[in-house]
């Protein structure tokens, strides 16, 4: 079974017009998502694998061009919703204002494909929602049927699609989060999200906002699992090749930077938005579908390596140790693409369970708990975790009160000393 491949064609629109505007180094395809016993490899872990960013030409999508093989990838998924602080409470919240907004009648169907261990799903089951959930990660979907969200273990596809629509009807709604990303080729996805969905019932997904990548720094969210980089413009022709249309869309905090779409079947009442239609506009406006739009990005990244490369020379000068924290796919990026894959000692994570080690092409570094954290006292720690950043310093205030430093890397360098505020490293 080949453990990746290249994709020469778009995505979105299948063109072979494809160029790589934001390069960046090789990283594995093989991250701390992966279950390590599940018949990987030692090449998923030990290859650099090329990850640069490319533009269609056609139609203006964004992509990685190679990407994993997904039977190895998900089916035997380790990585659950509630490992990521807030993103539950984010569901419930979300979920009752999609019913709101939507108007959706209690005991509607509601399908979630990418559903997990089902924290969305239950907020809708909560709101009174049949529900269903698709997940190819096996254990997970049987894990959350136990726990009372059916859960079809398997890759959502039109030929699927089809089949749940005979057995339990069409869905009022159709969910998806930070999962569309993770798909190629989009097409089979979006029949399927067409024959499943009632003829007044609406598709909502929420992804990361290529924009945002680009113009927030947001490095970590970029690797072979994330094969797309969405801008709304490449959606409009899109769906409507697969009798759908985009019709409005809410820019949202997830993850650094997200959106949130809705989608109907064409011809459905629903009209499309001002603010669609305003940030269409801008994306045109701001340059997103030329060259120097993605130079600021490789600008950027550059200067923040730089500053961690002396930031780690100094701590070394002083005899000091130099630490990461946070264990996770986005870990993997940034060593790779900071330089930074030689220079740590040591990786703390607060979550049971992980690994003892975080393995790369030219790297194997041990993972600790933080209660080693003031035992080892490194002089600094690169926060990979960079989104937890005040969670990471309320929890290690004995560190900070030692002397140590929290170096946190995006989206640009800041140095936390104590529990209150960061500082720039400059």
């Not at 990005?297 to 730089?306: Q, V």
């Amino acid at each position: 079974m080949k453990l990746y491949e290249r994709r020469e064609q778009c995505v979105l629109c299948g063109s072979t017009g494809l160029t790589e505007v934001v390069p960046l180094e090789p990283m594995p395809i093989g991250t701390p998502n992966f279950n390590v016993a599940a018949n990987l490899s030692d090449e998923a872990f030990r290859s650099g694998v090329p990850l640069g960013i490319h533009q269609c030409a056609d139609c203006g999508h964004l992509q990685v061009v190679y990407f994993g093989n997904p039977e190895l990838q998900y089916r035997d998924y380790v990585y659950t919703t509630t490992v990521s602080l807030g993103l539950a409470e984010h569901f419930r919240a979300y979920a009752a204002e999609v019913i709101a907004t939507l108007k959706l009648p209690p005991g509607g169907l509601v399908v979630e494909f990418g559903s997990n261990d089902g924290t969305l799903l239950r907020a809708f089951k909560e709101n009174g929602m049949r529900v269903q959930g698709v997940d190819p990660a096996r254990t997970i979907a049987a894990t959350a049927t136990a726990a009372g969200i059916p859960t079809v273990g398997d890759f959502f596809t039109a030929k699927l699609a089809l089949r749940m629509a005979a057995d339990i009807g069409s869905a009022a709604l159709i969910v998806a989060n930070n999962v569309v990303a993770n798909v190629e080729p989009m097409g089979d996805l979006a029949d399927g999200v067409a024959v499943l969905l009632a003829a007044d019932g609406v598709f909502v997904f929420e992804t990361q906002y290529g924009a945002d990548v680009i113009e927030h720094n947001l490095l970590d969210t970029v690797y072979h699992e994330h094969i797309s980089y969405f801008l709304l413009t490449p959606l409009v022709p899109f769906f409507a090749a697969h009798g759908l249309e985009l019709f409005d869309v809410e820019r949202i905090a997830t993850k650094g930077g997200s959106f949130r779409a809705y989608v109907q079947k064409a011809g459905a009442h629903r009209t499309v938005t001002p603010r669609l239609r305003e940030l269409l506009a801008r994306e045109q406006s701001e340059g997103m579908f030329a060259q120097p739009f993605y130079d600021r990005l490789t600008r950027e990244l550059a200067g923040i390596r730089a500053e961690l490369r002396t930031l780690v020379d100094a701590a070394r000068a002083r005899g000091e140790g130099v630490a990461g924290y946070g264990v996770s796919v986005g870990t993997t990026t940034l060593l790779a693409q900071f330089g930074l894959t030689r220079d740590i000692d040591v990786l703390i994570d607060d979550a049971p369970g992980k690994a003892p080690e975080l393995i790369g092409p030219d790297y194997v570094i041990p993972v600790a708990g933080r209660a080693e954290l003031p035992a080892r006292q490194p002089g600094i720690v690169i926060v990979f975790a960079w989104r937890y950043i005040d969670a990471i310093a309320a929890n290690n205030a004995a560190y900070l009160a030692a002397g140590g430093t929290f170096v946190v890397p995006l989206p640009r360098v800041t140095l936390r000393r104590d529990a209150a505020a960061s500082v720039a490293a400059r």
